[in-house]
C-alpha cells in the first residue's frame, strides 16, 4: 500500500523562536521508496537528526518574528510484517533485549508504577502475549469515552483512568501503562492515520511480544494497517510534533493522508497482527 | 586521583528471578585505566549491555531460588575536566545539540512541567549558566531537609518541593526539574561518593552548559571530584542500582569507596566546574 | 441486643499535648440504656462537647510531659431501625434536607469530585436506593484487597481505587466517594464492632436514602447489628479517635466489644437494612 | 457604613434542574438594618435553611426547563468590631473551643496536611498571631499571580502553590492552608466585596485569634471594612453561590454592590484588624 502523506503547519511568530520539529515519515526498513518534501517559509537553515535506534527524525529551525510556516509531503509504501495474533505470545523478562529496559519503565505520562495493582487485577488472568494485549485494548475501548478536550498536556495515564475519557494520546498512554505495568514493554507511537475522521496527527502504541513491536490502537479509529509512522518514544512528551521554545501562536494546521496505489477501498479493517519496527533495535545495533 | 570502589548484594530468591544490575563504573574516556572484578555466586551466565552514548552498563542474571549475592569491585582514576565557574554561560535552545532535547523535556520523577511557574519566578532573574545553576542548588540545600524515609521510590519533584525534605534522589530530581523548567538540559547520575557518610550509593545530577555536562550535588554531602559515575538518565527510573523481576529479597548490602594514590587527604572541597561526562554525546557519536 | 465496649489508650508524652479524643459512644436515641466511665491517669480536666445534630463526643486534655493514659467502658443498647433492602429507594435530589447538603459535596478523602466519571461509569445504570449502594460495596469488596499498611493518613479515596488495596478507613471513603459522585449523600462513621479480628476502631459509611441514614460496611468484616457508633463525619480527618498537638509517642491501645445480653451468639450476619441515626438530623433540630 | 448588594443570575434550563444557591447575606449580628429582596422568575417555590451556627443561607429551587432568573437585592449596615492588630495574639490549642476543630483539619482544597513542612518552614519563626497571619498574606501576595483561568473547580492549595497563579478562591484556600499547618483554625468566606473590579463575588479567609474570627484578604484587592458576607465555610466546595442539580447553562451574571450611607469616598484602605463574626460560634451556643 502506498500512501501519500503531509501537512501544513503556520505560526505567527512573536519574539525568535525555536521550533524543534518531529513530523517527518520515520527511517524505517518497511517504509519503502520513501520520497518527500520539506519546506519552511520563510526559507530558514535547518539543523536535523536522524535518532540511529528508532529512525525518528527531528528538524529545528530558529525562526525571527514574523509569519512561518513548514510545508511537508512524502510519498511511503508500508511494507508491514503481517502475523496470526494467535501465535504471538509473550518475550519473558529474562529474554528481553536490555536496550528495551526503558519501556518497561514509568515515564512521565505513563504512569505505570501507580498502575500496576489495577492493571493485575483486571488483565493478570488473561493468556499471555498478543490476546492479553487486545484485552487491554478492548477493555480502554469500552470504558474509556472519546471526548476531545477531556484532558490537557499534563493528563497522565492514572488519571485517564480516573476520568474515563480522554483523546488518542490519553489511550495510547494507558494502554502503554497496563502493559508496563504487567511486564511487557510498550511505547507511544506518533504517525499519520489512514481512514481517520477527521484527518490529524494520531498516537497508538506498540508492544514487545515474541521479539517484535506490534501495533495497538485502543482508539479502534484508524486500520493499522494504514499508520504511516513519525515517531516513537516513551510518551508523548518525546515526540510532540512540534516544540517551540518562544512566544508565538499556531495560525493554521493541516494534515493529510491519502491512498495513492490505485487499490479498490474496502474499509476493512485488518485481523493480522502488524509490525513495522524492526525485530528488536538491539539486534540491528548490535548493542549486546 | 585513583580510587577503588565496590559493593556486596546479597537477596534470599523466592521465586525464579531476573536482576537488572547497574553498578559498574560507567565507561567514559575520563575514567582512566579501568581495572575491575564482577562475580555472581552461584556462578550463573551474565548477559550484559553498554550503552552506546551514555556509557551505562547494564549487567542481567536469571536467578533460581536460593541465596545469591553479587560482588563488584573496581579501581579507576578520575581525570576529570576542570573550569572557573565563572566563564560558563547557557547554551541558548537554538545551538543544543538535538540529541539533548530528552534531558530537557519532563520525565516520571522530574516533573519540570508542574515546576515551570515555581523556577520562573525562584531563579528567572539569575545571571545565566553556572551561576544560575548553583543559586538552584543553593535554595534546594537551604529549603530541603536531608531526611531518611522521608520520601519513597514513587516521590516526584513536585512532591519533595512541598515536603520540604528528601534524600540524595530526591535532591538530585528537584535540581534537575528546576534546570529543565528553565530550558537547561539537566540528568540524573548514579554514582560512588567519596566522602559520603555512611558510605552508600550517591545520587547528584549534571546540567547542560558551554557544550558540557557539568556535575552538581545540592545535597553538599560529597565532593564533586569524588564522584565516580555509574550511570546517567533522565531519572532514577532509568538507573536503579537493582531492577529486580521476580520474589525476592535484600538481605545484604554493602558500599566502598577509598582513595589509592597515596596523596594526603585535605578534606578540601574543590571550587572548580567538574566535568567527567564527553563534551556532548553528539560529538561522539556523529549523529547530525 | 447489649454490648459493653471499651478502650485503654497509652501514652509516652514529651512536651505537654493537647490530645482531643472522639472514642466515647455516641449519644444517640437508638444507643439506648448508656451507662459508661471515662478516665484519665493522671486525673487532668477534661474539656468536653457533645455536637447538637450528630451525637458526636469529643473530649479534651491537656497533657504535661510524662506517662499519661485513658480508660473507658461503656455498656449500651442498640436499638436499631431495620428494614426490608428492597423497599428502599433514592431521595432525589429536590427533596433532600438542605443541612444535608455538606455530605453531598467532596472533601479531603472522600474525593467524590475526581470519581464522578468512573462512578457514573460503573454504577449510573444499577436500580437506584439499597440495590445501587450494596453494587458499590459489592464492587469495592471484589476489586479492592483488604491489606494492612498499604495506606497511609493523606490517602484519598481516588489514590485506593488505583492501589486496589487499603483498610476499613480506605473501604469507607471510597464507598462515600462512589455515593456522593452519584448525588447520594454519604458519610464516614468511626464504631465499635462486635466480631472483628483482630478487635479494633472500625470504620464504615452510611448512605442517605428514602430519608434515613443506613449502614454499609464494603469491607464485610463485622455485623451490621453489632456496630456501636463513636461519631459521624465527612471523613476521617473530622472524628479521628484521637488526635494530639504535641510531642508523645503511643505505648499502647485496646479496645473491646463483647456482647452482654445473654443472647445465643449466632454468627448469622443480618440481612435487614439497618439504621442507627435519627430519621434526618434536620428534623430533631427544625432547621428549616 | 450602609451596602446595597444584589445580583441576578440567568439560565437556560434543559433538565428539570434542583439550584442550591447560597448568595442572600449571612444572618450575623454585625449586619444591622438587613432589608432584601429575593425573587425567582418563573414564580417557584423555594426551600429555605439558615445554619444555625455560621448564620450560611440556602436557598434550593427545583426548575423546569426553560428559561430561569434570580434577582436578590440588600441593604445592609456593617458594624465590624475593630482592633489594634498589634495586640491580636494567637489561641493555644488547649484554649480552643472544640467546636472550632473541623476549622483545623485539611479539607478538599484546603490540603494543610500537605503543606504542613512548607508552613513551617517559611512562617514558622514568624512573631505569632495576626503578625503571623499577614505575613502568610504578603508572602501569598508577592509569590502568587493573580490570573484569571489559572486554576479550575479541582484546583487545591498545594497546587497553587507550584502554579503561582490563582484568582481569590485560591488565594483563600492557600492562606487558609497556611494557617491550619501551623495549628490556627481558618475558614472560607465567601462575599461580595465594595472596591472590587471588575464586581464579581469575592473570597477571602478567616483565621481564629485570640478568641475571634479576623478577616483576611491575600488579593488585596478589596477593602476589608468592605467586604459582605455571604458564607463561610471549610473551603470552596461548601458555599457555591449556586449549586446545580440538573442540566442547564447560565446565560447571565451581574453583581453589585454600592454604598447608600452618603459619606465620602477616600479609597483608603483600613488598617485596623476587622471582625464581623461572633467572638466565637460556640459561645453563642454554648456547645460546651
Known sequence: MRYTVGCRLAYAVETETVFIFNLEVARLERHRDLQETFRVTPDLPVRRLVAPVTGNRYAAVT?????????????????????????????????????ILPYLLPSRFVSSDRLTPFAQAEFGDAAPGFERVSRICNWIHDHIAYVRGASDEETTADETLLKRAGVCRDFAHLGAAFCRALGIPARFVSCYAYGLVPCDFHAVFE???????????????????????????????EIAF?????????????????????????????????????AGPDAADGLR
Do not use: C
Open 63 to 99: 525562526v525571527p518574528p514574523g509569519a512561518f510556516s513548514l510545508d511537508y509531503e512524502a510519498r511511503v509504501t508500508l511494507d508491514p510484517h503481517r502475523a496470526d495474533p494467535a501465535g504471538i505470545g509473550e518475550t519473558p523478562v529474562k529474554d528481553l533485549p536490555l536496550d
Open 207 to 237: 508492544a514487545y511480544l515474541d521479539g517484535r513491536w506490534w501495533l495497538f490502537d485502543a482508539t479502534r479509529q484508524a486500520n493499522l494497517d494504514g499508520l504511516v509512522r513519525i515517531g516513537v518514544g516513551r510518551d508523548a512528551a
Open 242 to 278: 512540534a516544540t517551540p521554545f518562544g512566544e508565538m501562536r499556531p495560525t493554521g494546521m493541516e494534515i493529510r493522508i491519502d491512498r495513492v496505489d490505485g487499490a479498490p477501498e474496502t474499509g476493512e479493517r485488518t485481523v493480522a497482527a502488524i509490525s513495522t519496527a524492526e
